[in-house]
């Protein structure tokens, strides 16, 4: 089997598939079929599927004209027919993994993908999960399923590994191509043959290590090694609100130190698919061992109360002004989680909204990338444009994503309360209405 594999890698025979064509999904499947390997994405919203299928790009980090080009050439295609898992020869498992609503691991998604692939599992298939979960996912869920479901066993029949996936969207070095992989698959064939299939469609380097449990807490310690750093910010922010210190300019004075010290910076809260996601993750497996992960669990608890301490801060400053929260007008510029992107998955900014109306504050958003957005099976329609017309018919202007296309100089100019909890107006020189986290 191992030699097989090898081969078609070799000659570019193997058929690839990736489950689930979103964020990580879909510029997987664009990069394996660019670089020569027929591919099939699968997913269960046929919306996305006719969209591929169309030639029609929906991911911000995919090139509309890559993706029109490689399913005219019939090198990419998309279905919701999970029987088509008999024609390919690997397949990433590139489903979300989000938290439900007690903050516990929502792993159905994988699971339900598991069982569907291995309906149609067959020999000499090597399966691969991307997304990121918690340690011992791999062998202790992925695996029993699929040997269960096909009949076929793990390191004979078809290899098993998990490599992490990650995107960064909007960054604008690295992206899926160029960004380092790690592989760790269940024996030394498996890790062999699948990281060989990673280096034949990415440029970045690929690691591999000895087992899937290894991958899956490595990408777990990327994602709270963040987490528990920006908590540590968060929480400095708030003393050194209560000082009287400007902690952007502390932390741009520490940063000149040119060893030792990272740059973290602080924000209304986190967002995004891994950042606030995965110390859950890790923190619900580590109970299973009778072990509390304190430090992580307390910068969690700082990161979490971020939106509301914004909002506490904002209603400061309408005091000042001579205003209650209640019943104010408030400009949320930006809801995406982070600059320049159109995801608002996990968005503090969507939080932030939350906690103004529960004070009794009106609120309203402006987001060049996001018109609108679906937050709890509510439709939120944001404003069309930002003038200053607009602008001064507000009580207060909260900036909670720093993008680029917003002309802050503009809004600062208008006269109403600006709060910058991304520190975007620092070269703006007239600050007297401007107040930063």
Request: negative net charge; glycine residues 8%; charged residues 25%.
């Amino acid at each position: 089997m191992k030699e097989e594999l090898i081969e078609k890698i070799q000659n570019k025979t193997l058929c690839m598939g990736v489950c689930g064509l979103g964020y990580v999904g879909l510029p997987l499947a664009v990069d394996k079929a660019k670089h020569g390997f027929r591919t099939i994405g699968f997913d269960v919203q046929q919306e996305k599927v006719d969209m591929v299928n169309a030639g029609k790009n929906y991911i911000g980090d995919v090139v509309d004209a890559d993706l029109e080009k490689l399913v005219n050439a019939g090198m990419l295609s998309a279905t919701t027919d999970f029987s088509r898992v008999c024609d390919v020869d690997f397949i990433a498992i590139c489903v979300p993994t989000p938290l439900d609503k007690h903050q516990q691991p929502d792993i159905s998604y994988v699971r339900d993908s598991t069982i569907a692939i291995s309906k149609h599992l067959r020999r000499g298939s090597m399966v691969v999960l991307e997304s990121t979960t918690y340690p011992g996912t791999t062998e202790e869920l992925i695996r029993p399923i699929l040997e269960e479901g096909s009949g076929l066993k793990c390191g004979e029949d078809f290899y098993l590994g998990f490599s992490p996936e990650r995107v960064d969207p909007g960054n604008l070095i690295y992206k899926t191509s160029n960004t380092p992989k790690v592989v760790g698959a269940i024996g030394a064939d498996a890790t062999e043959v699948i990281s060989m299939v990673y280096r034949s469609i990415l440029d970045g380097d690929v690691t591999t290590v000895s087992s899937p449990a290894v991958a899956e807490m490595e990408k777990i310690l990327e994602n709270t090694y963040r987490n528990v750093n920006i908590g540590l910010i968060n929480e400095l922010a708030i003393l050194c609100n209560k000082m009287g210190i400007d902690i952007w300019e502390v932390v741009d004075a520490a940063k000149t130190k040119p060893y030792g010290f990272q740059a973290f910076y602080p924000g209304p809260g986190l967002g995004g698919h891994c950042i606030p996601l995965d110390p859950y993750y890790l923190s619900w497996k580590a109970r299973e061992y009778g072990f509390h992960t304190s430090m992580i669990e307390a910068s969690m608890m700082v990161n979490d109360r971020m939106p509301e301490y914004t909002v506490e801060r904002a209603g400061k400053i309408l005091n000042r002004y001579k205003k209650a929260l209640n019943g104010s007008k408030v400009l949320v510029l930006g809801v995406a989680y982070k600059q320049d992107i159109d995801d608002y998955r996990e968005s503090p900014a969507i939080r932030v909204i939350e906690e103004f109306h529960k004070t009794g504050a009106m609120t309203d958003f402006y987001d060049p990338f996001i018109p609108k957005y679906r937050h709890e099976g509510q439709w939120y329609q944001g404003l069309e444009a930002l003038t200053p017309e607009t602008v001064k018919a507000y009580d207060l202007v909260i900036i909670t994503t720093a993008h680029t296309k917003v002309d802050y100089q503009m809004v600062a100019e208008c006269g109403v309360p600006v709060f910058d909890c991304k520190n975007v107006t620092k070269h703006i020189q007239n600050r007297e209405n401007i107040e930063v986290l």
